[in-house]
């Protein structure tokens, strides 16, 4: 694939008022899809939602300017989740969805995610032909002044989401009696999160619910997961469940306050769907970075992983095209096919729910599904080329595979959302993977001053 210019593993992202993730780009770039977005004649509309970023202030009316000029109207539907905006894309018959968040990202960074009318991420693509309208010249494209879209609110589109998520949860099961933490991250789902679990029936204990435009994912949410698991051992909680900034995320602790992340949940919900007859495809779709302890559980049980590069587009593409219905991140994105088009932390909480209510047993029984290997990830910043270049770097990550062989694992990547390399281990020998993983790390930084 060629180098783009904007859009990364998950849209466009990047520092607020700065290059590229300006209001200028963001006009750009209503024009650029409004007008890739019509076809036909009927009357063409994009749904736009957001987190609760400062700069959503600044970006929010720029694609509107730019959506309208393309001749779209445009939805506005406020602080709501990532997976929100994807399922009113399809249920207001919209030709196009736009989210505003950074995801976990700190207020700082804010970014753009792009559904198609099917409330599913568009393909690369589709986003570089996109990128290229961005650049090129458009008068002469734009709409008349007779044609241009309109703006307008909607305002139950939280309710909408809240009982579409609802509809998820199985029929006639109830949370009366179940006490959860809820952290909302201080971010898109501040409001719709607890009044999902609430209405269902549980006791809600609400943290992260309190956003002033610089706090989302500020020591709270599925990065920074410690406020939650002490609410959850303060308040005697049967489980705390914490969200990242837009909701797509989804990170869980039990009762003592351990946490479980995502290879736990997609084993789980794995097992419970097979052992109800719904699982598809005969197996589930991660990343490369999942834990090998979930590969061979799965094998033990008959049950594939199909490992894909990172990024939750690249999980739900997979599982398009094997049939799979249930797929996901070690991070906590994860994709339930059979509910929704793009990641619910909320929908995933409610599935892992759902196990416990059935079988009447605590999380700290349920949710440890298998064994996993020692496995260490750690994070090495850098500026301007990347250092996995350099011939020390190479020669030090075939070093480390060889002394690895075939008793773990070694990844080693470059984040699709900012300028650090993921350096990450996993073996039997939790000292040798702590060793090679500390000796790359010094060799990339090396390579990077």
């Given at each position: 694939m060629t180098q783009?210019?904007?859009?990364?593993?998950?849209?466009?992202?990047?520092?607020?008022?700065?290059?590229?993730?300006?209001?200028?780009?963001?006009?750009?770039?209503?024009?650029?899809?409004?007008?890739?977005?019509?076809?036909?004649?009927?009357?063409?509309?994009?749904?736009?939602?957001?987190d609760t970023r400062l700069s959503g202030y600044m970006l929010e009316p720029a694609l509107v300017a730019g959506f309208v000029g393309a001749g779209m109207d445009v939805i506005l539907v406020g602080p709501q989740p990532t997976s929100a905006?994807?399922?009113?894309?399809?249920?207001?018959?919209?030709?196009?969805?736009?989210?505003?968040?950074?995801?976990?990202?700190?207020?700082?960074?804010?970014?753009?995610?792009?559904?198609?009318?099917?409330?599913?991420?568009?393909?690369?693509?589709?986003?570089?032909?996109?990128?290229?309208?961005?650049?090129?010249?458009?008068?002469?494209?734009?709409?008349?002044?007779?044609?241009?879209g309109r703006a307008a609110r909607l305002e139950d589109a939280g309710g909408r989401f809240i009982e579409s998520v609802k509809a998820n949860f199985p029929r006639g099961m109830r949370l009366d009696g179940l006490k959860i933490v809820i952290d909302c991250a201080n971010g898109a789902a501040y409001r719709v999160a607890p009044a999902v679990l609430w209405e269902l029936g549980a006791e809600v204990i609400r943290v992260g619910v309190e956003p002033d435009g610089f706090n989302i994912n500020r020591d709270c949410g599925s990065t920074a997961p410690?406020?939650?698991?002490?609410?959850?051992?303060?308040s005697g909680a049967d489980l705390g469940v914490a969200l990242d900034g837009d909701a797509d995320r989804v990170i869980i602790?039990?009762?003592?306050?351990?946490?479980?992340?995502?290879?736990?949940?997609?084993?789980?919900?794995?097992?419970?769907?097979?052992?109800?007859?719904?699982l598809a495809g005969g197996g589930i779709v991660a990343t490369v970075m999942s834990n090998l302890g979930l590969e061979r559980y799965l094998a033990q049980v008959g049950l594939a992983l199909h490992r894909t590069r990172v990024g939750d587009r690249y999980v739900m593409e997979t599982m398009r095209q094997l049939g799979c219905n249930v797929g996901g991140e070690q991070s906590g994105h994860i994709l339930l096919l059979d509910h929704t088009t793009t990641g619910c932390g909320l929908t995933a909480a409610l599935q892992v729910l759902a196990v416990l209510v059935e079988t009447g047993r605590p999380a700290s029984e349920v949710m440890?599904?298998?064994q996993p290997l020692p496995q260490l990830?750690?994070?090495?910043?850098y500026a301007g080329e990347s250092p996995l270049e350099a011939e020390r770097v190479r020669r030090a990550i075939a070093?480390?595979?060889?002394?690895?062989?075939?008793?773990?694992?070694?990844?080693?990547?470059?984040?699709?959302?900012?300028?650090?390399?993921r350096v990450m281990a996993e073996a039997e020998d939790e000292k040798l993977v702590s060793s090679l993983v500390d000796s790359l790390c010094d060799e990339i930084a090396r390579a990077a001053a």
């Open positions: 783009r210019r904007f859009f990364g593993t998950d849209g466009i992202r990047g520092t607020a008022n700065t290059d590229p993730m300006t209001a200028e780009m963001a006009l750009r770039l209503g024009q650029a899809a409004g007008l890739m977005f019509t076809r036909g004649a009927h009357r063409h509309r994009v749904v736009i939602g957001k905006v994807a399922m009113l894309t399809r249920s207001l018959r919209a030709d196009l969805g736009v989210m505003l968040s950074a995801s976990h990202n700190p207020y700082e960074d804010n970014g753009i995610k792009l559904f198609g009318p099917d409330g599913f991420k568009l393909s690369d693509q589709t986003e570089s032909a996109i990128e290229a309208l961005m650049v090129a010249d458009l008068a002469g494209r734009l709409a008349a002044p007779a044609e241009l410690a406020l939650m698991q002490e609410e959850v051992r303060r602790a039990d009762a003592t306050g351990a946490l479980v992340d995502g290879d736990q949940i997609l084993a789980l919900i794995a097992r419970a769907w097979r052992e109800s007859g719904r440890r599904v298998f990830l750690r994070s090495v910043r070093a480390a595979e060889r002394e690895l062989g075939a008793a773990g694992r070694l990844v080693i990547r470059p984040s699709g959302t900012e300028p650090v390399i």
